[in-house]
T-cell receptor, first 115, second 111 residues
Framework: KAGVTQTPRYLIKTRGQQVTLSCSPI?????VSWYQQTPGQGLQFLFE???????NKGNFPGRFSGRQFSNSRSEMNVSTLELGDSALYLC??????????????FGPGTRLTVL | ELKVEQNPLFLSMQEGKNYTIYCNYS?????LYWYRQDPGKSLESLFV?????AVKQEGRLMASLDTKARLSTLHITAAVHDLSATYFC???????????FGKGTLLTVNP
């Protein structure tokens, strides 16, 4: 099976702009999560979607939002970009919500740079 | 709030030596994961530990979990250069699936 794919891989934006990142999960995986990775804060959970519904949300401001489509693909949006939003954004998928021991499979990430 | 602490954060080893990375967490959990990240790459799943006393081994890496002590260890045996990477532990607490990660251990194996 193909792995988790994310587009674009690299983005450069300026402060105040908005950005949309895309993620396609592994075929058959219905849950998609997003994580932010920065050198200072490490890996932090943003949100999880399952069947087009947000199941869980991390401690990020409302400028960070997401959605999931009926084909399980997900998008993440960040509005009014700040310098501190520069990070590697990782998408991850897992098979279902029923199995508590699911492994999260991560995509290659989108490197966002805010100037 | 769940906190996950890894130590050491930086580890420089010689090839052939053994070492252990420690992962402590602050609240009850029965699910702990170890991931590896190579520079500029994504996270690769290494182990899933689900119960007290669980031990998993893959090649030169062995992970264990002590839920009573809230401690997991990742033991490296006879390190080789290919093991150079950053290793993360991550814990799930409660019924949700939010992974809380440690800061990571940057492992460098020198010839």
């Amino acid at each position: 099976k193909a792995g988790v794919t994310q587009t674009p891989r690299y983005l450069i934006k300026t402060r105040g702009q908005q950005v949309t990142l895309s993620c396609s999960p592994i075929s058959g995986h219905r849950s998609v999560s997003w994580y932010q990775q920065t050198p200072g804060q490490g890996l932090q959970f943003l949100f999880e979607y399952f069947s087009e519904t947000q199941r869980n949300k991390g401690n990020f401001p409302g400028r960070f939002s997401g959605r999931q489509f009926s084909n399980s693909r997900s998008e993440m949006n960040v509005s009014t970009l700040e310098l501190g939003d520069s990070a590697l954004y990782l998408c991850a998928s897992r098979e279902s919500l029923r199995l508590s021991y699911n492994v999260l499979f991560f995509g290659p990430g989108t490197r966002l740079t805010v100037l | 709030e769940l906190k996950v602490e890894q130590n050491p954060l930086f580890l420089s080893m010689q090839e052939g030596k053994n070492y252990t990375i420690y992962c402590n967490y602050s609240t009850t959990s029965d699910r702990l994961y170890w991931y590896r990240q190579d520079p500029g790459k994504s996270l690769e799943s290494l182990f899933v530990l689900l119960s007290n006393g669980a031990v998993k081994q893959e090649g030169r890496l062995m992970a264990s979990l002590d839920t009573k002590a809230r401690l997991s260890t990742l033991h490296i045996t006879a390190a080789v250069h290919d093991l150079s990477a950053t290793y993360f532990c991550a814990v799930v607490a409660g019924s949700n699936y939010k992974l809380t990660f440690g800061k990571g251990t940057l492992l460098t194996v020198n010839p």
